[in-house]
C-alpha cells in the first residue's frame, strides 16, 4: 500500500515515506526488505514526472540518503532531458538550487555540516551549465564572482564551483560533449577569465582563513594549464605563490601550482620570469628540505602530506627541466641551482615508491635522449663516442662550434649522469627472460612472471670488482647489474662493446669460481647466460666463445637446480635464432660442422631434461639445420635428429599393427603425445623442410587419430557427458590436438608450395573433416577449424572447390554449438569465425555458389559474431563483414545481395554502435557505416531497396529511402532526442561519408549526445588515435642503438 502511495506522483511526494524507503535501502533490514525498497526507488527513478517533486523533497527531508536520492534523479533530467523542459521549468530549477548554495554557504556551521550536500548541488549547477551557459546564462561569471564578495564561506565555496567547472571543461569533456560545445565553454571561460583572476588574488592577498586560501590555490591549480599567459607572468600571482610556498599547510598546493607553471611551453618570452622564479624556488626549498637531507629515508618514515610533497617536487622539477633546462644553462650563475636541482631529483629517484620512480625516470630518459640525440646527430664519432662516456681521443679539428658547445653541456652533466648510471643499476627491472629470483624466504627459485616494466639505455661500466672481492657480494646486487649489463646491449661501438663484455663474462666466470655454494653458483649461471643471450653480435664475431658459452650451456643441461636447465634452453633457443649460420658451417680450426659433434652427442646432452626443455631443445637444433643450404646435409641432419623420436614412433606402431589395444594404454598414449610434440618444435623452426619428416609419420599418425577419436566417442556416448572430463579422454584429446597442431604448423611455415597442399590436404578429408561432423559436440576438436583456416589462408583460390565439403562438415553443426548463448565452447567460436573469414577473403566465389538459405546462415552467423562482448570474436565479425560488403559490392549479385541484407546490416550495427558494451568495437562500426552509405549514395544499387509491397510511397531513389528509415530508425531507440537532432546527425552522415575522420568524429558526437554513452569511460571510442601514436614511438626507440632488447629486433643481419 505505501508502494502504491510513493508512486503515486499526482499530488506531493509523502516524504516520510521515502525517507523510510530510503533507510530501508541503506538499512540493515532483511534482504527482502532491501529489495523491495530498490524496486521503488528504481521505479520512482524511472518515472520522468519524478523530478517535478525533488524541490518539494529537499525543503521536507532531514535524510541525507533521501536529498541525495532527489539529486541524483535531478542530475538524470539535466543530463539526458534538460533541452527538452520548458524555459519556466528551468529558470525555476536553477534559481532554486543557486539559491539553496547560497543559503547553506554563507553560514560557516551549516556550510561545514552540509558540507556533502552542498559539494553534491555544486555539481549540480556544473551539470546545469554546462548546457545553459553561455548563451542562456551570460551573467553567470560575474554573479558568481559578486556573491564569492559577500561572505568567506560562500567565496570558498565558489572557488569549488569554479574548479569544478574548470575539471569539467579541460579535464573530462571528451566522450562527455560535443566538440562544439567543449569548444565554445573554453573560448567563455577564457574571455571571462579576468573577473576569476582578480578574485584569487584578492582572496590570497587579503584572507587570513586556511580553508579559503586552500580552496583558492587548489582551484589556481585546475586554471594554471590554460588560462591567457599574461594573467601568470604579468601580474603578481607568481610573486604570491611563492609567498605561500614556505607555509606547510599551503606548501603542497603551491608546488602543485607551480608544476603547472613550469609545464607550459609557449617559446623564450618569459624566460626572464621562470629564471626568477626557480632561482626563488630553490632557495626557499633548501630552507624547508636541506640538500643533504637522506630523502629515502625521509619519505619512508614521513607522514601522507610529507610523501606527497617528495612526490611533487619530482613532478615539478620533471616539468621544469622538460621544457626549460636550456634557460638554466645559458649563463654560469645559473648552472649551479640547476646542478642542485638534478641532485635533489636524483635523490628523489631513489625513493622506494614505484609511481615516483616512474615519474622521474620518465624525465631521465627524455633528458639522456635528448643529449644522446644532439651528439648523435652531429655526424662526428668522437663527440658520440664521448657522449657515450667511452674514451676516445680528440682532434683539435673536431672541436669546434657546435661539438665544443656539446662537449660543455656534457662536462655540465658529467656529475649527474655518473649517478645516474649508479641510480640505473641499483633500480634496474628485472628483464622477462630471468628465470632465476630471490622469493621471500631468501630461496632461489624458478619465477615464471613477466615483469619488465622498463629498461633503461645508459653506458655503465664495472662494478663487479666489489662483487669479486666479495664486499658489496649479494644476490640482488648481481641480479640488477647484469640485467643492466643486458639492457645496454647494441648501444656501444662494437669495439668498446667486446671489450666491454670480455671483462664482464671473465669477472662472472672468476666470481662462479671463487664462490661456495649451489645457490650462489646457480644465480651467477643464470646471469652468465641472461648476459651471453643478450649479446648476439659478440657472439657472431667470436665463434671460440661461442662455442664455449654453447658447451656451457649443455654443462647446465644438467644441472637440477630448479631454473637453471630452463634458462639453459631458453638461452640457447635465443642465440642460436641470432647465430644459426655458425654452426653448419666448419670453423678455423675445427674437422667438421658444430651440428655433426652436437648431432653425435645429443642422446647424452638431453639425459636429463623434462619433456617441454627437450621440445626446446629439438626447436633450437632444427633452426640450425634450417640454415644449412646443402638439400642432402639437411635431409641427413634432420634425420639424425629425429632418431630416437622416430625409433619410438616405429616401435609403437609395429606394436599396433600386431594388436591395436596397445595404443590404449596410458603410458603409451602419453609418449605418443611426447614425440609429436617434438616433431611440431621441429616443424615450427624448419618449415618446407620438415617435408621428408612429416610424410614418413603422416599417414600412420592420421590412423591413430582416426582410432583415438572413437574411442573418445564410444567413452562420452558409453560415460555421459562426465567422460569428457576423465584423464583417460583428456590425454586421447591431446594427442588428437597435438597432431592438428602438427599438421597446422607444418603447413603454416612452409613456403607456399602447391603440391605441398595438394599432398597432404586430400587424406584428411574424411579422418579429420568427417570426423568432426560425425563427433558428438563436447568431442570436437576446435583446431579442425584453425587448421582449415590455415589451410585457407596458405593455398587461397586453389581451395575454392573444397570449400562446400568445409561447409558442410563444419558449418551447421558448429552453429548449433554456439548459438545457444555467448559462452559455451569459447574455443570454438573465435575459430569459426576465422575460418569463416579466411573461406570469405580468399574463396569468396565459392559463397555466391551457396544456395540463399546457405548464404543466410553465413549472414546470420556474423551477426551473431559482432553482438558478442568478446572483443577478439566481435572484431573477427566485424572485419569479415566488412570483407562481405566489399566482394559482394564488386561481383554481379551486388544488387541482390544488398537489398535483401542492407537494412538489417544497418540496424544490427546500429543497436551495437549504441549501446555501452561494444565500444572496442567503434573503429569497426564506423567502417562498416561509412561503406554502407557511400554504396547508397554511389548509384551501384539500381534496385529499390525497399519492398515495394509493404511500403506505398515510392522513393525518387535509395539514398532518400535510406535516410528516411535510418531517421524513423534512431528516433524510436532514442526517445529523449528530438527529431530536430535526428535528422541533423542523420543528414551529417551522407555529407561526411566521403572523409572518414570528420564522419566519425560525427557518430562520437551523437554518442555523447544519446542517452547511452553519457557518464562512461569513453577512451575506446579514441582507442585507434592512440595505437598510431604507440607505434610512432616504437619506430623512435628502433632508431636509437640499444634501446630495444636484441631478440626484440627482427634482425636481418643474422650471423651471414
Known sequence: MAAERLRDLSQPIDVSLLDATVAAFYGTGSKQERAQADQILRDLQNNPDMWLQVVHILQQTKSLNTKFFALQVLEGVIKYRWNALPVEQ??????????????????????????????????????????????????????????????????????????????????????EMTQQKIKELKQSLNSEFQLIHELCLYVLSASERTELIRATLSTLHAFLSWIPLGYIFESTLLETLLKFFPVPSYRNLTVQCLTEVAALNFGDYYNVQ????????????????????????????????????????????????????????????????????????????????????????????????????????????????????????????????????????????????????????CRMAKPEEVLIVEDENGNIVRETLK???????????????????????TWNNLNTLCWAIGSISGSMMEEQENRFLVLVIRDLLSLCEITKGKDNKAVIASNIMYVVGQYPRFLRAHWKFLKTVVNKLFEFMHETHPGVQDMACDTFLKIVQKCKRKFVIVQVGENEPFVCELLSALATTVADLEPHQIHSFYESVGHMIQAESDPHKRDEYLQRLMELPNQKWGEIIGQA???????????VIRTVLTILQTNTSVASSLGTYFLSQISLIFLDMLNVYRMYSELISSSIAEGGPFASKTSYVKLLRSVKRETLKLIETFLDKAEDQPQIGKQFVPPMMDPVLGDYARNLPDARESEVLSLFATIINKYKA??????????????????????????????HRLKFFSLLRAIATHCFPALIRLSSQQLKLVMDSIIWAFRHTERNIAETGLNLLLEMLKNFQASEFCNQFYRTYFLSIEQEIFAVLTDTFHKPGFKLHVLVLQHLFCVVESGLLTEPLWDAATVPYQYPNNGMFVREYTIKLLSTSFPNMTAAEVTQFVNGLFESRNDLSTFKNHIRDFLVQSKEFSAQDNKDLYAEEAAVQRERERQRMLSIPGLIAPNEIQDEMLDS
Open 274 to 425: 621562470y629564471v626568477k622564479m626557480y632561482k626563488i624556488f630553490m632557495v626557499q626549498l633548501q630552507a624547508i628540505l636541506p640538500p643533504t637531507s637522506n630523502i629515502p629515508e625521509a619519505y619512508a618514515h614521513g607522514t601522507s602530506e610529507e610523501q606527497a610533497f617528495i612526490q611533487n617536487l619530482a613532478l615539478f622539477f620533471t616539468s621544469f627541466y622538460k621544457f626549460h633546462i636550456r634557460v638554466l644553462e645559458t649563463t654560469q650563475e645559473h648552472i649551479s641551482p640547476l646542478l642542485l636541482g638534478l641532485e635533489y631529483l636524483i635523490n628523489i629517484s631513489h625513493v622506494d615508491d614505484t609511481e615516483v620512480f616512474k615519474v622521474c625516470l620518465d624525465y631521465w630518459n627524455s633528458m639522456v635522449l635528448e643529449l644522446f640525440d644532439a651528439s648523435h646527430n652531429m655526424d662526428n664519432p668522437a663527440v658520440t663516442a664521448n657522449m657515450m662516456g667511452l674514451q676516445v681521443p680528440m682532434l683539435p679539428s673536431m672541436i669546434d662550434g657546435l661539438g665544443a658547445q656539446l662537449l660543455q653541456r656534457r662536462q655540465h652533466y658529467a656529475g649527474t649522469m655518473s649517478k645516474l648510471r649508479m641510480l640505473m643499476i
Open 657 to 667: 599393427r600386431q594388436s591395436v589395444d596397445f595404443l590404449k594404454d596410458q603410458d
Open 90 to 175: 528551468r529558470d525555476g530549477m536553477k534559481n532554486y538550487i543557486s539559491e539553496v548554495i547560497v543559503q547553506l554557504s554563507s553560514n560557516e556551521a551549516s556550510f561545514r555540516a552540509e558540507r556533502l550536500y552542498v559539494n553534491k548541488l555544486n555539481i549540480i549547477l556544473v551539470q546545469i551549465l554546462k548546457h545553459d551557459w553561455p548563451a542562456r546564462w551570460r551573467s553567470f561569471i560575474p554573479d558568481l564572482v559578486a556573491a564569492a564578495k559577500t561572505s568567506e564561506t560562500i567565496c570558498e565555496n565558489c572557488m569549488a564551483i569554479l574548479k569544478l567547472l574548470s575539471e569539467e571543461v579541460f579535464d573530462f569533456s571528451r566522450g
Open 798 to 827: 586453389a581451395m575454392i572447390d573444397d570449400v562446400p565439403v568445409i561447409f558442410e562438415a563444419v558449418f551447421q553443426c558448429t552453429l548449433e554449438m554456439i548459438t545457444k548463448n555467448f559462452e559455451d565452447y569459447p574455443e
Open 451 to 473: 615483469d619488465n616494466d622498463v629498461l633503461v639505455q645508459y653506458k655503465m661500466l664495472r662494478k663487479l670488482s666489489k662483487q669479486l672481492s666479495g664486499e658489496d657480494w
